[in-house]
């Protein structure tokens, strides 16, 4: 039996792999990171700094999200995408520039708005470029991609920062990231200029 999966979904699945490639570096590290490096930094800020990202990104994504089901076609989902992209895997290399803890809460709520633009448009565009009837399949394929990206990033973060140092690690999560908001590009001539419907599917909430 012959698997459909376009072009689309193989470009967003390859992308999506980079980018978790690149964040999951950034897991075992970031709390020692922040205690070690930065200004203020404890175990109970560490806790406020990912409550930060959360939050942000959880009371903005439903209204970007209601905003771009409202519009026709995928052209300023996938500019919204790409750009939200970009600004999120810069942030790494603000963690560089940074000293106070205040500015790790700065980096954290923007990316939280970036994120919250990247969520809803990624998850409509990949629904609604699946080939039909292969709905579950390209879905578990992504979460496949994803989930061993993520892994053996998270199980080298903490090698890579031990023996390269923190500095190294987070320029390379931004190399990572950079690169797959640049893979999502390569299909920017397959967008849908106007409505193309096809049963949704709720996506899995990314790790990052």
Known sequence: MKISINKVIKTF????FFLQSGWGLIG???????????????LAIVGFVAATY????????????????LKKGEKDDFKFLIVGMYIANLIPLGYL??????????LEF??????????????????RHINKGWEAFSWSVESTAIG???????????????????????????????IA????LLIRNQIFP?????????????PF
């Open 13 to 16: 699945i390859l992308s999506d």
């Open 28 to 42: 075992p590290i970031f709390a020692v990171f922040i205690i070690r490096n930065i200004h203020g930094g404890s």
């Open 54 to 69: 959360w939050i942000v990104k959880s009371i903005f994504q439903p209204f970007i999200a209601y905003f771009f089901d």
């Open 97 to 106: 520039l940074s000293s106070q803890i205040w500015q790790i809460f700065l």
């Open 110 to 127: 923007i990316r939280g708005l970036a994120m919250a633009c990247v969520i809803p448009t990624w998850a409509g565009i990949f629904t």
């Open 148 to 178: 061993f990206a993520f892994g053996l990033a998270a199980a080298f973060g903490g090698v890579m920062a031990t023996i390269l140092g923190f500095k190294t690690v987070f320029v390379l999560v931004s190399v990572f990231g950079l």
């Open 181 to 184: 908001s640049s893979i999502l």
């Open 194 to 206: 106007k409505d193309h419907f096809i049963p949704r599917v709720p996506p899995a909430e990314k």
